[in-house]
């Protein structure tokens, strides 16, 4: 992300241009050993950096991921630039209720989202509002935090910390945050 400009309308941004040959997708294989420790810290540091400039601004990436973080040269694992600000969104204090995002990678608060989005409404107050509270649905900044510290236990690992063994998410371990890191 290059620059940010804000109007009266709409907020739009300036990425920096990234010449063709030199765009590289970095993403570990799963059941392959990630980066070593210290390329995980230069990464993780850049990441961390680009995140923190986004949340200033009160925007969430939503979908962090290694896909979505490009190499910048062959010749180096930890020069990187982050992508794909096509979930990206200004969050409010009231956060968001959009459930979006890489499986993967979302945040036990997201994941409430959907699940609470899905769970028929039938409890109404005295006055005959839904009894939920909108709030619980909702998410803010800091589940790009929770991505980030996925995208760590992937570099570090090679694999996803809530892996069900068969190749997809288990939503139940994320919801819980049970992992476990061997090694």
């Not at 765009?23 to 390329?39: C, H, I, K, L, Q």
């Not at 020069?79 to 409010?92: C, E, P, Q, S």
């Not at 039938?122 to 803010?140: F, H, I, L, V, W």
Request: hydrophobic share 35%; charged share 30%; net charge negative.
């Amino acid at each position: 992300l290059d620059r940010i400009l804000d109007t009266r309308d709409a907020y739009m941004t300036k990425l920096a241009a990234i010449p063709q040959d030199q765009r590289f997708t970095m993403a570990p294989m799963p059941d392959v050993r990630g980066y070593s420790e210290s390329n995980s810290k230069i990464v993780m540091q850049q990441l961390l950096d680009a995140i923190a400039y986004l949340h200033e601004r009160k925007i969430a990436h939503r979908d962090l991921k290694p896909e979505n973080i490009l190499l910048m040269s062959r010749s180096s694992d930890v020069d990187i630039k982050v992508t794909d600000f096509g979930l990206a969104k200004i969050i409010d204090s009231k956060g968001t209720k959009t459930f979006c995002g890489t499986n993967q990678y979302m945040a036990p608060e997201v994941l409430r989202v959907k699940l609470l989005l899905d769970k028929p409404k039938s409890r109404t107050n005295s006055k005959g509002d839904d009894a939920e509270d909108d709030d619980e649905q909702r998410y803010s900044l800091e589940a790009d935090i929770w991505s980030v510290g996925v995208i760590l236990y992937v570099l570090l690992s090679g694999c996803f910390p809530f892996d069900d063994g068969s190749g997809n998410t288990d939503v139940r371990a994320v919801l819980n945050a049970q992992y476990e890191m061997d090694g």
